[in-house]
Each structure stands twice: as structure tokens, then as C-alpha cells.
């Protein structure tokens, strides 16, 4: 395997770990949009979301409040985005599932998700039942 993250997660490439248990383990991004800036890695391969197990999913979550709750009290931050890119479309660079914990402060430019758009009532009924029906 050449996957980068399944040598950190596995101790092979030394990393800033946070915490390790036997199932993650949260190490600091190389490129932080704000200091403390962590990601949660299942030591198991996984390339996204959907291919994680529903159990790791939890504890992956669990995990990231734990962290971004750390966060706030070592540097005084006042909230934490997580983020969770799927698809290189979606700025996803590295493909085995990966937890952002992004400390943030009030004002601060760190991320910057979407503008909100408009939609009208109709075309919200149609793109729900597009998407329901692929469910
Ligand atoms: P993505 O864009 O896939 O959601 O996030 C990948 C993240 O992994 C980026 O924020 C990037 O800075 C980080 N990253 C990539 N390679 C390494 C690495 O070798 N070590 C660490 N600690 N972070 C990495
Ligand atoms: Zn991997």
C-alpha cells in the first residue's frame, strides 16, 4: 500500500499525533487553516465516506468533538468547523477518509465553505424527490 495516511495512522511516518486508540488516530495537518488544525484517521483503509463502517463513523465524531473541545481550551478558540471532503471535485487530495477539526475564532477568514444561493419551493420539491429516489 502507498497510501501516506495508512503509514501515519499505522506509526510508520512519524506525525504530531493528538490521540490513538485502537482505531484512529488524530494527528496535525501539515498545512493548518488555523493553528491546531487536526485530522481523525481510521487506521483501516477507507477511500471516503462511504466506505466507512457505520461504527467507526461514530467514533471518528465522537473523537473530532473531543478534539475541537481541547482545541478551545489550549489556545482559547470559541468554536470548530468539521469538515469531511469526498471526491476530488470536492477538494478532497488525499483518499483515505480523513475527519478535519478546524479551531475557529469569531471573524477569522480560516474556511471558507459556500455563498448561499436562492431556490424556489418547486425546485426544492423536485431535487429532494431526485435525490430520494436514489437513496
Ligand atoms: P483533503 O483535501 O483530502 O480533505 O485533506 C488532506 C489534508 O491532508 C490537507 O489539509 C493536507 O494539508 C494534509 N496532508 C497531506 N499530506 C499530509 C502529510 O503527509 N502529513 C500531514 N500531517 N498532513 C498531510
Ligand atoms: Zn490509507
Redesign the pocket.
Known amino acids: 500500500m502507498s497510501c501516506?495516511f495508512c503509514k501515519?495512522a499505522a506509526g510508520e511516518i512519524p506525525?504530531a499525533t493528538l490521540y490513538e486508540d485502537e482505531d484512529v488516530r488524530v494527528?496535525?495537518?501539515?498545512?493548518p487553516a488555523s493553528r491546531g488544525h487536526a485530522?481523525v484517521l481510521p487506521k483501516r483503509h477507507f477511500a471516503d465516506v462511504t466506505a466507512m463502517p457505520q461504527r467507526l463513523l461514530g467514533k471518528a465524531m465522537k473523537v473530532a468533538g473531543r478534539i475541537g473541545a481541547a482545541q478551545k481550551k489550549a489556545f482559547g478558540y470559541e468554536g470548530f468547523n468539521l469538515i469531511q471532503?469526498n471526491g476530488e471535485a470536492a477538494?478532497?487530495?488525499?483518499f483515505h477518509f480523513?475527519l478535519?477539526v478546524i479551531p475557529r475564532r469569531s471573524g477569522d477568514a480560516a474556511v471558507g465553505l459556500w455563498r448561499p444561493g436562492t431556490v424556489t419551493p418547486e425546485e426544492m420539491a423536485e431535487t429532494a424527490g431526485l435525490i430520494r429516489q436514489e437513496l
Open positions: 501516506i501515519i506525525s494527528i496535525l495537518d501539515l498545512g485530522l471532503n477538494g478532497q487530495t488525499v480523513h478535519h
